[in-house]
């Protein structure tokens, strides 16, 4: 592609027309324009929304200080496909450096849009300094922010934050605060700590809660829920069991051959295959003849897990 002339671009960032303005900034990237980033922080304030959205979105691939604030500002815009374009921009930085802008703008956010945009992006930079932060906002009146804020907190993996966090794992009034919150108590090690939040989100109302304890108990190789784990494969929800047949193949469990057995036969195949994987993981001969017979099952994948499975339990 031939690169846009100086005089071109700079004619066309200047036009009445809204329209062209916003095409001259998609084209600033294949430019010969020395300064791009100075152009982009222009069309930022631009006072058409599309122009300001492309702008926000193009500014991702630079990490600086001054682009950083000039997206933090922008998380308040009037028009929500610029807030988006800007939260997706700082949700890919990557230089922890970067994330010095992000917490001094924390506590003058105006929005909740803008308080869960600044968690998001703070969590994969891993800022120690975000702990305080993200573990008050778990009392926002906003499940947006609380939300943001349990992410922020499960990649900080600070064990203190654990109590908190079981709490709004077991009490907090939106299911996706609690799934969240309920994912977030994998990095624990002290097993025995979290179990008991663990187990309450089993009987969760939310089968999406549900779902995430039987694979966080998994995770944490938590075999004080074997029974529970196994209690789980009775679940309404064929996500949840699926999860469950997973976790109980990590633990070994012997005591839920039964039901992995039986779940070896179920109708939808996401569940015969995690009941193959997780006979195999067990490795118990009294598995060989439902796994012999699911070899015959019309689910290629099915049968190539129950192969597997087999040579598991043979060596």
Not at 217 to 230: E, F, M, Q
Not at 261 to 272: D, K, M, P, V, W
């Amino acid at each position: 592609m031939m690169p846009v002339m100086n005089a071109d671009i700079h004619s066309r960032l200047a036009s009445a027309d809204a329209a062209v303005r916003r095409i001259a900034v998609m084209d600033l990237p294949d430019s010969d324009e020395d300064d791009i980033e100075t152009l982009l922080l222009a069309a930022l304030k631009d006072s058409d929304a599309k122009v300001r959205a492309e702008a926000a979105r193009l500014l991702e691939g630079y990490e600086n200080h001054t682009v950083v604030a000039a997206l933090v500002r922008a998380l308040e815009d009037d028009d929500a496909e610029v807030c988006g374009a800007a939260a997706t921009s700082l949700s890919e930085l990557k230089m922890v450096a970067m994330g010095d802008g992000l917490l001094s703008a924390l506590p003058k956010a105006r929005t909740t849009f803008a308080r869960a945009a600044l968690f998001r992006a703070l969590r994969e930079l891993r800022r120690p300094e975000a702990f305080t932060h993200a573990l008050a906002a778990l009392n926002a009146s906003a499940a947006e922010v609380r939300c943001a804020a349990l992410g922020t907190l499960g990649y900080l993996k600070n064990s203190a934050a654990l109590p908190e966090i079981a709490r709004i794992a077991t009490t907090d009034t939106d299911p996706e605060a609690r799934r969240i919150a309920v994912g977030a108590l994998g990095f624990a090690t002290d097993i025995a700590a979290v179990t008991p939040a663990l187990q309450h989100a089993l009987q969760d109302t939310s089968w999406q809660v549900r779902e995430e304890a039987t694979a966080t108990l998994g995770k944490l190789l938590a075999v004080d829920s074997s029974d529970d784990l196994i209690a789980a494969m009775a679940d309404p929800y064929w996500q949840v069991r699926v999860k469950a047949a997973r976790s109980l193949g990590k633990l070994k469990t012997r005591a839920a051959l039964p039901v992995l057995i039986t779940a070896l036969g179920h109708e939808i195949s996401n569940l015969r295959k995690e009941a193959a994987i997780a006979l195999g993981e067990i490795g118990d001969h009294s598995a060989l003849p439902a796994l012999e017979k699911a070899l015959e099952d019309p689910d290629p994948d099915v049968r190539k897990l129950a192969r597997i499975a087999l040579n598991q339990i043979a060596k």
